[in-house]
């Protein structure tokens, strides 16, 4: 099956700073998401990005399918920004079959 | 607040035993999603259904089964739990069946299994 590496695997910023987090794929994906975990928990889907760019206020991904990576930039990063980043991809086209790659720990700090 | 409802929040329970998660969506989704997530096996999709039909199947075991019922609530059913079924659930629920549809997450289902 799809192997899904995620990287770094923990990362600390100061407020404000920008930051580049990374995710590779072993075998191409026709779906790819990105997930945020706050540290309460709570997951919030954050992009369904399986080719090109997107951006959402000061977080934007773009995914290389080519080459089978994604990557979510988080610019002057805040405090609430802390928590776990997860990718997830799956190769059928339409259906929700994704395998999760293990996160990003990112802190924040004030 | 996502609007997507689990019930329970905690659950402790032994193994052998048997218990049933439940899952409101938020009004007006037709698909509910589940989810485990544990140290071992970090975050997993287990199943999803439409409208009451299973729409797509993940790493869901065969002791664990699911159903989406008329008023589209969800359970999730776990059966013989062993002390490795020991996770948070989630539940999600989108509008429809693409994985483009924005999914909303419950605030999850902590089983404990002594």
């Known amino acids: 099956g799809i192997q899904v590496e995620q990287s770094p695997p923990d990362l600390i910023l100061q407020e404000g700073a920008n930051s580049t987090l990374r995710c590779n794929f072993s075998?191409?994906?026709?779906?790819l998401q990105w997930f945020h975990q706050n540290p309460w928990g709570q997951l919030i889907n954050l992009f369904y990005?399986?080719?090109g760019t997107k951006q959402n206020g000061r977080l934007s991904a773009t995914t290389v399918a080519t080459e089978r990576y994604s990557l979510l930039y988080i610019s002057s990063s805040q405090t609430t920004d802390s928590g776990v980043y997860f990718c997830?991809?799956?190769?059928?086209?339409?259906?929700?079959?994704?395998?999760f790659g293990t996160g990003t720990r990112l802190k924040v700090l004030a | 607040d996502s609007g997507v409802t689990q019930t329970p929040k905690h659950l402790i329970t032994a193994t052998g035993q048997r218990v049933t998660l439940r899952c409101s969506p938020r009004?007006?989704?037709?698909?509910v999603y589940w989810y485990q997530q544990s140290l071992d096996q970090g975050l997993q999709f287990l199943i999803q259904?439409?409208?009451?039909?299973?729409?797509a199947k993940g790493n869901i075991l065969e002791r664990f089964s699911a159903q989406q019922f008329p008023d589209l609530h969800s359970e999730l059913n776990l059966s013989s739990l062993e002390l490795g079924d020991s996770a948070l659930y989630f539940c999600?629920?989108?509008?429809?069946?693409?994985?483009?549809?924005?999914?909303?997450f419950g605030p999850g289902t902590r089983l404990t299994v002594l």
């Open positions: 997830a991809g799956g190769r059928v086209s339409g259906t929700y079959k994704y395998i």
């Open positions: 999600a629920s989108s509008d429809g069946t693409s994985p483009a549809n924005e999914q909303f």
């Open positions: 009004s007006g989704d037709l698909s």
């Open positions: 259904y439409y409208n009451g039909e299973e729409r």
């Open positions: 990005i399986p080719s």
């Open positions: 075998d191409s994906v026709n779906n």
